[in-house]
């Protein structure tokens, strides 16, 4: 069978059409028909396809087939004859926003940066292309993306004409073509020219702002992710609210938001210092309580304790003060910020703690090590913990 007349290229901004089914067919397990003339775009060249209805019966996919085929997949089956097709045209502008968009941006690359596009991705959220530069600094995304909305709002005509290969071949294209034959070459009016089977805008100024979001390196190229028209507005229209959120949130301007952030982080930072320090005159408070809980073993005095409301460094603090008085053991384990355990005997005594907390650990998954005197572990579950202090305190004995 012929190719399929392709609507769109006669006439992008056509959303409605009368054709005429000419075969009815099973693609990918789904109902599909090939028309003799379509407005649904297939999948080609970056851009997705088209979505809408053949006959009231929603379309779900469209592709193209080697020869100029286009088969559209059905929810349901289609008869032969006449049909009355509609293109869901929201989505089909917003691709044609997007398409010219890329086109302008890319060409703003080549001019600003000497940077050619290598490929693009038309997604239903996000659009990127790929630009051969190794790094991309802000200022240059700025100069590019600046040149390119002087193009949108200089709103210069977009045209799109078939030539011959060999005229082709002549014509300063940004974008060599891919095909053979005959070949549609898209102007971007005294500014950009692409071989392009993708549909486009009449002029620049309908793609609306363009706005390049971010960009990551990637195989030594730039991905640059950008949005054009509504969907810029919608993304501006989103941070702005967000920046307006934030500011009332603390109560200033959205212009003063970066200064009340660092007054903010001063503040957070005073207090988890005062903080600290009141738990450490707090800690010398208590220490002389803990020492007296210490329990009389043999020659030596132990405490054995899960300590609440306490972290690892200050479990440390409490082992190495109370271990200042000759004859104690500490024994102590913390939750937070995970559960750890700080094992600390006085210089007289002839333990190795190193030993006593790997061995006590060891059955529970957990690890330690450190030096005679004082040693540390962690890596057990914290309701083990009362458990592993008191196996330790056994074989003390
Ligand atoms: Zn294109």
């Known amino acids: 069978m012929s190719a399929t007349e392709r609507l769109f290229w006669q006439d992008p901004y056509q959303r409605h059409f009368r054709a005429w089914v000419m075969e009815t067919l099973t693609f990918k397990g789904q109902p599909a028909a090939v028309l003799d003339r379509t407005c649904f775009y297939p999948t080609s060249g ?112 977009v045209h799109a004409k078939e030539y011959d290969e060999e005229e082709a071949s002549s014509l300063p294209l940004r974008k060599a073509p891919v095909v053979h034959g005959r070949i549609r070459i898209v102007e971007v009016e005294g500014f950009d020219l692409s071989a392009c089977g993708g549909t486009h805008v009449r002029r620049t100024g309908e793609v609306g702002p363009i706005h390049i979001r971010r960009w990551e390196r990637r195989r030594g190229q730039v991905r640059v992710e950008f949005l054009c028209g509504w969907r810029a507005l919608e993304d501006y229209a989103k941070r702005d609210r967000l920046l307006q959120e934030a500011a009332n949130q603390l109560s200033v301007g959205t212009e003063e938001l970066s200064e009340a952030i660092q007054r903010l982080q001063k503040a957070e930072q005073l207090a988890r210092r005062t903080a600290e320090s009141l738990r450490k005159r707090l800690l010398d ?113």
């Open 46 to 157: 970056g851009q997705p396809h088209d979505l809408g209805t053949l006959g009231g019966i929603p379309v779900v996919e469209v592709l193209e087939e080697e020869g100029g085929k286009i088969i559209h997949l059905l929810e349901r089956p289609l008869m032969l004859g006449p049909v009355e097709g509609e293109i869901d045209w929201s989505r089909r502008f917003d691709h044609m926003q997007q398409h010219t968009g890329q086109h302008i941006l890319s060409q703003a690359f080549e001019r600003e940066l000497n940077a050619a596009t290598t490929s693009f991705h038309l997604g239903s959220e996000v659009v990127t292309i790929d630009v051969a530069i190794p790094t991309l600094s802000p200022k240059e995304a700025a100069r590019v993306e600046a040149l390119a909305n002087r193009i949108v709002i200089e709103d210069r005509p």
């Open 285 to 397: 408070y208590e220490l002389p309580q803990l020492l007296a809980e210490a329990e009389p073993l043999g020659e030596m005095r132990v405490l054995c304790r899960l300590l609440e409301g306490y972290d690892a460094g200050n479990m440390r603090y409490i082992a190495q003060n109370l271990t200042q008085t000759p004859g104690i053991v500490a024994l102590l384990a913390v939750t937070e910020p995970s559960p750890q355990l700080c094992f600390a005997r006085s210089e007289n005594l002839p333990l190795d703690m190193s030993q006593l907390l790997r061995q006590v650990v060891a059955p529970y998954g957990g690890r330690g090590g450190g030096r005679p005197h004082v040693a540390q572990g962690g890596g057990v579950a914290p309701e083990d913990l009362e458990e592993i202090l008191q196996k330790a305190k056994e074989l003390l004995r």
